[in-house]
């Protein structure tokens, strides 16, 4: 039987970058928290946002379970220490370009079968390159520097994985997906998996998601 799919919006960082919480932003006239919240639920059982010790939110939440490292991978095992038999639909709080078609699409080609479902994207290669060349030198990697680590299905078996990477001080979630079997999906357009970091990124975001409605 093919585990359950409960969904994770990734909230818990500093946002430092940005000056203010990411999750509290507003592109589509809510807060982007409750827009993904809502984008899942037609394809989870539950969704939770996932915090850190100092957040609070009106919606279902999962707190880090460890806060001495920051990164996504706390938020990940703090979710799936609470539910071991589920599978996670992760996401970053910070994708103002993601829609139900997007993850309709992850979840047709999900196979459970592998550690974790993922969709390929161009755009980290130049970002990690020099990084994922580092890697390359130590270990040996399964995957394209191109697997998008933080909108992805993750299997339960992953938290075997994950615990390690926390054990060794390893932050880096895609440096984990690197090692282990993915389904690699192709996304329809690289774009919808845009992060913004900064405001100005922010206010650019925003003017492209209104025109886009139109």
């Known amino acids: 039987m093919m585990p359950k799919l409960n969904g994770l919006i990734l909230s818990g960082g500093l946002s430092s970058r940005m000056g203010s919480e990411k999750r509290l932003l507003t592109y589509h006239d809510k807060t982007q928290e409750t827009y993904l919240y809502e984008v899942l639920q037609p394809f989870c059982e539950e969704v ?8 609070t939110s009106a ?6 379970c460890f806060d001495d490292m920051k990164s996504p991978l706390v938020g990940i095992i703090a979710a799936m220490k609470a539910y071991p038999d589920t599978a996670w639909l992760v996401i970053a709080c910070d994708m103002p370009f993601v829609k139900q078609e997007l993850i309709e699409q992850l979840i047709k080609h999900r196979n459970p079968t592998k550690m974790a479902t993922a969709f390929e994207n161009k755009a980290i290669e130049q970002d990690k390159k020099k990084v994922f060349t580092m890697w390359s030198e130590q270990e040996n990697t399964r995957q394209p520097i191109s697997v998008e680590p ?10 075997s994985h994950f615990m390690n990477a926390y054990e060794a001080k390893r932050k880096s979630v895609l440096r984990v997906l690197q090692q282990v079997e993915v389904e690699m999906v192709q996304v329809s357009d690289v774009k919808l998996l845009q992060n913004i970091n900064t405001f100005d990124e922010y206010q650019q975001a925003k003017k ?7």
């Not at 919606?59 to 880090?64: R, S, T, Y």
């Not at 909108?151 to 938290?159: G, K, L, V």
């Not at 492209?208 to 139109?214: D, E, F, G, N």
């Open 48 to 55: 939770f946002v996932s915090i850190n010790a100092n957040q």
């Open 59 to 64: 919606l279902p939440v999962i707190k880090d």
């Open 150 to 159: 933080l909108i992805t299905i993750y299997e339960p078996a992953m938290i």
């Open 208 to 214: 492209h998601v209104i025109t886009s409605r139109h």
